[in-house]
T-cell receptor, first 113, second 114 residues
Framework: GESVGLHLPTLSVQEGDNSIINCAYSNSASDYFIWYKQESGKGPQFIID?????DKRQGQRVTVLLNKTVKHLSLQIAATQPGDSAVYFCAENGGAAGNKLTFGGGTRVLVKP | NAGVTQTPKFRVLKTGQSMTLLCAQDMNHEYMYWYRQDPGMGLRLIHYSVGEGTTAKGEVPDGYNVSRLKKQNFLLGLESAAPSQTSVYFC?????????????FGPGTRLTVT
């Protein structure tokens, strides 16, 4: 079936460096994508979203890039900090009403001091 | 605003026992969702509700029932718990069913079925 997946299950990054987390999606009908951050023992927290009529969106220290041609989504974190250590999930809406999100498997980001 | 809250935080059940997980939101959101998260995996949708008095099946509904008697509450029931239902359960809500709104998540309930 349609799915959202991630290329890298674990990403180790030096504090201060930039992080890039990738996500492939297969449902071409999806027109809304979200990145969530999940810290240990907590629920997912919204980071940033992007609609399919955009190819880039920036937030505070985060940028999401969307390439609809190859169905690829990425999250860039600038100047990664220890507090960025978490699991990051991408999610897509499948283009359907009801706001049902399909989540990828997650990438763990470990920030080394 | 407390946002989305879940009770209990932890629970251990024996196989065959039943229980109800409660989700409450104080944001006047129309849509509510129940997900399960297994170790090292993403979230999978169990059931969801598009408004008070309505429920619908998600991706993995078998073995669960839900009710939305009040707009602010969404209950998830396990009638006869099985070890395969050991998981962390997350509730979420969103203001609308329009397909471009974020969902707000609760802190989760860790359930172990022995």
């Amino acid at each position: 079936g349609e799915s959202v997946g991630l290329h890298l299950p674990t990403l180790s990054v030096q504090e201060g460096d930039n992080s890039i987390i990738n996500c492939a999606y297969s449902n071409s009908a999806s027109d809304y994508f979200i990145w969530y951050k999940q810290e240990s023992g907590k629920g997912p927290q919204f980071i940033i979203d992007i609609r399919s009529n955009m190819d880039k969106r920036q937030g505070q220290r985060v940028t999401v890039l969307l390439n609809k041609t190859v169905k690829h989504l990425s999250l860039q974190i600038a100047a990664t900090q220890p507090g960025d250590s978490a699991v990051y999930f991408c999610a897509e809406n499948g283009g359907a009403a009801g706001n049902k999100l399909t989540f990828g498997g997650g990438t763990r980001v470990l920030v080394k001091p | 605003n407390a946002g989305v809250t879940q009770t209990p935080k932890f629970r251990v059940l024996k196989t065959g026992q039943s229980m109800t997980l409660l989700c409450a939101q104080d944001m006047n959101h129309e849509y509510m969702y129940w997900y399960r998260q297994d170790p090292g995996m993403g979230l999978r949708l169990i059931h969801y509700s598009v408004g008070e008095g309505t429920t619908a099946k998600g991706e993995v509904p078998d073995g669960y029932n839900v009710s939305r008697l009040k707009k602010q509450n969404f209950l998830l029931g396990l009638e006869s718990a099985a070890p395969s239902q050991t998981s962390v359960y997350f509730c979420a809500s969103s203001p609308t069913g329009l397909a471009d709104y974020e969902q707000y998540f609760g802190p989760g309930t860790r359930l172990t079925v022995t």
